[in-house]
């Protein structure tokens, strides 16, 4: 009987001690989760974009001696839509490339030159037609950082542009010593040409979803010029020597977008973070 109570006494002080050592020691907290980073976006995506152009030119020139005696007044382009599409790669948060084909539709063309540098005359050409653009281009963008999922952008492109003139056409009016000269019309056929262009961009990307980016943004064109094919008179007499160019065609664009991004990754597993 001594040695049970002896056992059972032994019993409670080692328990005793085990509960007061547990005591002193550290209380371990739960695992915790820091927040994981924000994701980097790298990958493959898809572009399109609508707009409308607002188009002129430096200069409308033509070899004829005489054309240097002509003064230009209202010469300039009506408004068009363009279309693109596109593929591009997202290095990262801040920098991505694409390369775009474009198709810029047929803006309107109108305007005139006049002279009185003819001793008793006053003649004056009025003209019409129209110009599309097809351009190939390679852009790459910055992108500035993101507030609110709106993403500030700039950029710039290099590629070329074949640029076409359809139904060019000059009327011609005048009066020599106050007589009406019988009225002239000269007609160019249809005629397109490649030029380099370049181009710059900014705006806004609004991200939707993980995937789609939707954009508003503004480009400034060069499109290099654009010449007027075979010319040729009301009575079909040709004059080839004589086509018209159309000088450092420029162009301020808005256009609305939208990229579909194809490679989204997902972040990274959480670090596993513990206390004490």
Not at 35 to 51: K, N, Q, T
Not at 246 to 274: E, F, Q, Y
Request: glycine fraction near 12%; hydrophobic fraction near 40%.
């Amino acid at each position: 009987m001594r040695c049970v109570k002896s056992l059972l006494a032994a019993g409670a002080a080692s328990i005793l001690s085990t509960a007061a050592l547990a005591a002193d020691l550290p209380i371990a907290a739960p695992p915790m989760y820091a927040p994981p980073p924000p994701a980097e976006f790298s990958g493959w995506y898809l572009r399109g974009d609508i707009g409308m152009t607002n188009q002129r030119i430096k200069s409308l020139d033509n070899p004829d001696p005489n054309a240097a005696l002509f003064t230009s007044a209202g010469i300039g382009f009506d408004s068009s839509m363009l279309w693109d599409i596109g593929v591009g790669y997202q290095f990262n948060n801040w920098f991505r490339v694409d390369v775009i084909g474009q198709y810029r539709g047929r803006a309107n063309f109108h305007g005139s030159q006049f002279t009185d540098a003819f001793v008793g005359s006053a003649l004056a050409d009025n003209y019409s037609g129209s110009k599309s653009e097809t351009v190939i281009m390679a852009n790459g963008y910055f992108d500035l950082g993101t507030w609110w999922c709106v993403t500030p952008f700039i950029g710039g492109g290099i590629g070329a542009s074949y640029n076409r003139i359809s139904g060019f056409q000059d009327n011609g009016i005048g009066t020599t010593f106050g007589v009406a000269l019988p009225p002239s019309v000269v007609y160019a056929s249809d005629n397109g040409k490649w030029n380099f262009a370049w181009a710059l961009h900014a705006g806004l990307g609004y991200r939707v979803t993980p995937d789609v980016t939707i954009e508003l943004a503004y480009s400034y064109m060069n499109l290099g010029d654009a010449v007027t094919g075979t010319n040729s008179n009301y009575a079909g007499t040709a004059t080839p020597q004589f086509p018209w160019t159309m000088r450092n065609i420029t162009s301020n664009d808005l256009k609305l977008g939208v990229r579909w991004d194809l490679d989204t990754l997902p972040p990274p597993p959480p670090p596993l973070i513990r206390k004490g």
